[in-house]
C-alpha cells in the first residue's frame, strides 16, 4: 500500500460518505462521553435506546450522581455490562464535578484517568468532540488496518501508530469516522461486500491470508477501563 493508494482510498470514502461521524446521539460532549463510555462491547443502536430516555432525564455531571447507581442502572439495563459501567458513570460524573468543574477535559491525561475511560475511548472524544487528528482503532478499524493493508498490526496500539503515520494530513480529521463507517456497512466481518466497494480496485484483500494469518485481538472489558 502506497502513498498514492491510501489517498484515493480516502478520497473515494469521503465521496462515498460525505458526513463522516458517530453514529451514537448526543447533544454536548459530556452526553458524548457517557455514549461512548457505555458503548463498550455494546452496539450504537442499543446504546442510543437507553440514553434517548437517560439524557431526557439526567444529562450533566450532577444530574446523573443525583441518580445515583441503582437510578442509572435502571437507565442502562438493556446494555451488557450495565452494572459495571454504572459504576465508572457514577464515578466519572464525581471527577467532573470535583476535579473538571463538571466539563469534559480536553487532555488525553485527564480523560484517561476517568473511570471507564481507556484509549480508544479518549481518542473518540479528543477527535469527534474537540476536532483533534487522532485514530480511536476499534474493531472496524484493525479489521480494515489488516484486511486493506492500510495500516497493517498485530495489536491495537501497533494499528493506531501506523494509521497515524500513514493517513494523507488532509483526511486526519475524518478518517476515524470514514473508516469506521465503511467498516461497519461495507468492509463487513464476515461477508465484505465487495461489489458495492468504492476502493475494491485499491483494496489488497487476500481473503484466504486474511483468514489464516490475522485475528483481532480480544479487547478488555469496561471494568479494566479499556473502553
Same mark, same amino acid.
Given at each position: 500500500?502506497? +502513498?498514492?493508494?491510501?489517498?484515493?482510498? =480516502?478520497?473515494?470514502?469521503?465521496?462515498?460518505?460525505?458526513?463522516?461521524?458517530?453514529?451514537? &446521539?448526543?447533544? +454536548?460532549?459530556?452526553?458524548?462521553?457517557?455514549?461512548?463510555?457505555?458503548?463498550?462491547?455494546?452496539?450504537?443502536?442499543?446504546?442510543?435506546?437507553?440514553? *434517548?430516555?437517560? =439524557?431526557?432525564?439526567?444529562?450533566?455531571?450532577?444530574?446523573?450522581?443525583?441518580?445515583?447507581? !441503582?437510578?442509572? *442502572? +435502571?437507565?442502562?439495563?438493556?446494555?451488557?455490562? /450495565?452494572?459495571?459501567?454504572?459504576?465508572?458513570?457514577?464515578?466519572?460524573?464525581?471527577?467532573?464535578? !470535583?476535579?473538571?468543574? +463538571?466539563?469534559?477535559?480536553?487532555?488525553?491525561?485527564?480523560? !484517561?484517568?476517568?473511570?471507564?475511560?481507556?484509549?480508544?475511548?479518549?481518542?473518540?472524544?479528543?477527535?469527534?468532540?474537540?476536532? !483533534?487528528?487522532?485514530?480511536?482503532?476499534?474493531?472496524?478499524? =484493525?479489521?480494515?488496518?489488516?484486511?486493506? &493493508?492500510?495500516?497493517?498490526?498485530?495489536?491495537?496500539? *501497533?494499528?493506531?501508530? &501506523?494509521?497515524?503515520?500513514?493517513?494523507?494530513?488532509?483526511?486526519?480529521?475524518?478518517?476515524?469516522?470514514?473508516?469506521?463507517?465503511?467498516?461497519?456497512?461495507?468492509?463487513?466481518?464476515?461477508?465484505?461486500?465487495?461489489?458495492?466497494?468504492?476502493?475494491?480496485?485499491?483494496?489488497?484483500?487476500?481473503? &484466504?491470508? /486474511?483468514?489464516?494469518?490475522?485475528?483481532?485481538?480480544?479487547?478488555?472489558?469496561?471494568?479494566?477501563?479499556?473502553?
Amino acid at each position: 500500500m502506497n +502513498s498514492a493508494q491510501r489517498l484515493e482510498i =480516502f478520497k473515494r470514502l469521503s465521496i462515498a460518505i460525505p458526513n463522516p461521524t458517530t453514529e451514537l &446521539k448526543h447533544n +454536548s460532549t459530556f452526553e458524548l462521553l457517557i455514549a461512548v463510555i457505555l458503548s463498550a462491547q455494546a452496539t450504537d443502536k442499543g446504546v442510543n435506546i437507553a440514553t *434517548e430516555k437517560l =439524557f431526557a432525564a439526567a444529562n450533566t455531571p450532577e444530574a446523573i450522581l443525583a441518580l445515583g447507581i !441503582e437510578g442509572l *442502572e +435502571s437507565y442502562i439495563k438493556t446494555i451488557g455490562l /450495565y452494572r459495571a459501567k454504572a459504576k465508572n458513570v457514577i464515578a466519572t460524573c464525581r471527577m467532573l464535578v !470535583e476535579q473538571h468543574q +463538571s466539563q469534559v477535559p480536553k487532555t488525553r491525561a485527564a480523560l !484517561e484517568a476517568l473511570p471507564g475511560v481507556g484509549r480508544k475511548t479518549a481518542n473518540v472524544i479528543l477527535n469527534t468532540a474537540f476536532g !483533534e487528528p487522532t485514530i480511536a482503532v476499534d474493531t472496524h478499524l =484493525f479489521r480494515l488496518g489488516n484486511r486493506i &493493508k492500510l495500516a497493517p498490526g498485530k495489536n491495537v496500539l *501497533e494499528v493506531e501508530e &501506523k494509521y497515524l503515520k500513514t493517513i494523507p494530513l488532509q483526511y486526519m480529521k475524518d478518517a476515524h469516522h470514514l473508516l469506521i463507517l465503511h467498516g461497519r456497512y461495507t468492509c463487513t466481518a464476515r461477508r465484505p461486500k465487495c461489489a458495492e466497494c468504492c476502493i475494491e480496485d485499491l483494496c489488497e484483500y487476500n481473503a &484466504k491470508e /486474511y483468514a489464516t494469518s490475522t485475528k483481532l485481538p480480544h479487547m478488555k472489558p469496561i471494568m479494566q477501563s479499556q473502553s
